[in-house]
């Protein structure tokens, strides 16, 4: 099943149509696509007894984030041995988790502002919860989940490394620094869960490319880990990594620009595409200059 964000209105996609799900269920499930996952198991149950057939109208909209108002959003760093590498770490022992704030998340296709500093982008698989708890075994974590999309976990990385201590989760929420989309993909829909190719471009520009199995840490284990600790809600989001290429990583660093396209892709997933463009703010040279101050 695949289910779309259309204009705040929850559809699952069809080949050929989309299904207004609230309308369908004749209101029985909300039009808001984050409600769903308080009732993921009642509404696959539901929605696996559509017949074929079923009629629907033509729909047309803005696509947004199929998780737009998660309650927590996870992250993970250093989670593919290249990238840990290209960073100047060592391969991690346990996972290294920040969190982003939801006011970054925006659906597949956007114009971001660039703000003062280093732009950088990071593909990532993103997982969605739709059941929560505590003390989840890896062996069971992939039926807490909801299904994957697309994301891109971008940062700004004068703030995330400004210090007396890094920044993470600032540095890498400003407007716009997380969307996700197109679709949220169940499991089942996917060949193999546990390896799906991901990759980015910029203006046509091959610059990361890998596989979620080379994940160090791979979703079961980031589930069960981060349920040790904090109690997981449905709808959660997690970004599970990000592969070699990153523009910190290169010598001499790249950052994104105004004019650049970055389209982001989990195959058999979808794909995002940001383009960017300079601040209007009238303060931004002077932040910038602050900023590089600040970062030597």
Partial sequence: MHLMNLSGRLQIMLRDRVIDVADASGGRFEADPQAVYDRWDEFVEW?????????????????????????QIFAVGLNYGEHASESGFDRPENPVVFTKFVSSITGPETTVELPAGSVDWE????????????????????????????????????RQHSGPAPQFGL????????????????????????????????????????????????????????????????????????????GAGRTPPRYLTAGDVLRS????VGELEQTF????????????????????
Avoid at 265 to 268: A, K, P, Q, R, Y
Avoid at 281 to 295: F, K, P, Y
Wanted: negative net charge; hydrophobic residues 35%; charged residues 25%.
């Fill in 47 to 71: 929605s696996s007894a559509l017949p074929a057939d079923f009629a629907s109208e033509a729909r047309e909209g803005e696509v947004g984030a199929p998780a737009p108002r998660p309650r």
């Fill in 123 to 158: 593909v990532e698989l993103v997982v969605v919860l739709g059941r929560g708890g505590r003390n989840i075994d890896s062996a069971e974590a992939w039926d807490h989940v909801a299904g994957v999309t697309v994301g891109q976990d971008l940062s700004e990385r004068v």
């Fill in 171 to 246: 540095g890498k929420s400003h407007a716009g620094f997380s969307p996700i989309g197109p679709t949220l993909v169940t499991v089942d829909e996917l060949d193999d869960r546990d390896d799906l190719e991901l990759g980015a471009e910029i203006n046509g520009e091959t610059v990361q490319a890998g596989r979620t199995s080379q994940l160090i840490f791979p979703v079961p284990v980031l589930i069960e880990s981060l349920s040790r600790t904090v109690e997981l809600y449905p709808g959660d989001i997690i970004f599970t990594g990000t592969p070699a290429g990153v």
């Fill in 265 to 268: 892709f989990v195959t058999g």
């Fill in 277 to 296: 463009v300079d601040s209007t703010d009238s303060g931004t040279a002077r932040n910038r200059a602050e900023l590089s101050i600040q970062r030597s």
